[in-house]
């Protein structure tokens, strides 16, 4: 039977993506900015999506969408910036701190929802913030089971180097984190046989930097299949990049064709950004090549119209599709042989 399903934060549709991909209805979703929801709903029209600040979203309106339907997952990645740098920072910060807000938010969908399951996903820093202890304890009372560790996407069949926080929560007995393997799929296997931006008529493939020729000579000179800005002649060394220590090594670096890529981020179509020079193209990655070292599939919609700095920001801001397949596919097993309905 299908089994519905609820995404938090849904952004452009990775997550709602992979949940399709494991056969899961997906009810509806939520997401506040105007851009990744244009691309969303051009890929997910059927599903119900509330363009608001879920701060403002009444949980009734979201019920009513749902037509009383039983929510057997509900997933969701709240917005993670303000745990990235908690390390440095004091850890003792109130638990009425505005950066808990959306991850407290998320919760309260739990509680109205009560979903067999939920899957929740952050960066591995929230684990040492003091919100973790009231979100677990929140949880034990409404008797959800938990499993929850950090792991590397590159494991579940993503080529990228990307490291996420995920906690499965059961009420059908305790899911544990789907085992991930060692075998990595590679940037070439990937993006190894797509055309060239010139030969093609695919929108995103188009979508690449442009670069004042003294950049442009310089993103030559840098080494095929895995070079970087330190393998460069002095005079090609940028001033910014002198100074002795200066981090950031992998601006201006080429991609490995046989490895995983680096993290995808927001600043993925600039190589100032990162690693993200094409393996042996004198160029920047495209929006397509991006999106598919995502795991979105090939034929995923990104419409004319979006600018290239928002399709960059949605691309590097979502959850691997293939990465969200992996758990949904695991947990929809779970409700089957549960023989839940």
Known sequence: MPYNAIDLFCGCGGVTQ?????????????????????????NHPEVRLFERDITELSLDEVAAA???????????????QG?????????????????????????????????????FENVPAIESYPLFVEIRNRLAALNYELDYRVVNVANYGVPQRRKR??????????IPIPAGDDRITTVRDVIGNLETPEESDDYAQTIVAHHIPRILE?????????????????????????????????????????DVSSTITGGCLNPSKGRFLHPEQDRAISAREASMLQTFPRDYIFPPGVSK????????????PQFAYRQADYIFTKLERGGIT
């Open 18 to 42: 992979g949940l399709k991909d494991a056969g899961f209805n997906v009810l509806a979703g939520v997401e506040k900015s105007s851009a990744p929801a244009f691309v969303y709903r051009a």
């Open 309 to 320: 700095t928002d399709i960059a920001l949605m691309i590097g801001n979502a959850l691997p």
């Open 165 to 174: 926080f995920v906690m499965i929560g059961s009420k059908i007995g305790r």
């Open 218 to 258: 310089m993103i030559r000179l840098v080494p095929h299949d895995g070079g970087s800005r330190t393998d460069l002649p002095d005079e090609y060394i940028l001033q910014c990049h002198r100074r002795e220590g200066i981090g950031f090594r992998d601006v201006y670096g080429r991609l490995r064709w046989d």
């Open 66 to 80: 749902c037509d009383g339907q039983v929510i057997h997952l509900l997933a969701g990645c709240p917005p993670c």
């Open 83 to 119: 745990f990235s740098s908690i390390r440095r920072h004091n850890r003792r910060q109130p638990i009425d701190d505005p950066r808990n807000t959306l991850v407290s938010e998320y919760f309260k969908y739990v509680e109205r929802f009560n979903p067999h399951v939920f899957i």
